[in-house]
């Protein structure tokens, strides 16, 4: 089932100026979908382009909107977690101010509190970073 337009800080625990991740686009148990277009303030910019620590930061934001999405359906807020452990990162391209991002994360393993999460950051075809992370909420 697709969400519906949301208000992003509806399923997140993140605030400005932190938020990196726009809109969920999908959410299913095991997948996540979400976009982000990068703006000029985004306090991750260094050099007009978003850092990797952007990138893995928006995998970890999909995933709490993801997580935060499924939640609500069931009745419960968006829970705070944080990130335990990043692993297997590869970087190919970093966006630049007023790029738009798509993000596809993966649920790969969930035991409760600790999630494994595989997540793909793309502008357009290009690949732009991928990585698992841990995540505990």
Do not use: W
């Not at 738009?100 to 970073?129: A, F, N, Q, S, W």
């Amino acid at each position: 089932m697709s969400p519906k337009p949301d208000d992003i800080l509806s399923l997140i625990p993140h605030r400005e100026p932190f938020v990196q991740v726009g809109e969920l686009v999908s959410a299913s148990d095991s997948l996540f979908v979400t976009r982000l277009t990068i703006g000029p303030e985004n306090i991750l910019l260094k050099n007009g382009r978003l850092m990797e620590s952007g990138l893995l930061e928006n995998i970890a934001q999909s995933a709490a909107a993801g997580f935060g999405y499924l939640g609500r359906k069931s009745g419960q807020e968006p829970k705070v977690g944080y990130i335990g452990a990043i692993s297997r990162v590869e970087v190919s391209a970093l966006p630049a101010a007023g790029d738009t991002i798509t993000t596809h994360v993966t649920v790969l393993h969930r035991l409760d509190p600790v999630v494994m999460v595989h997540g793909v950051c793309y502008c357009g075809d290009e690949k732009l970073l991928e990585g698992e992370i841990k995540l505990v909420i």
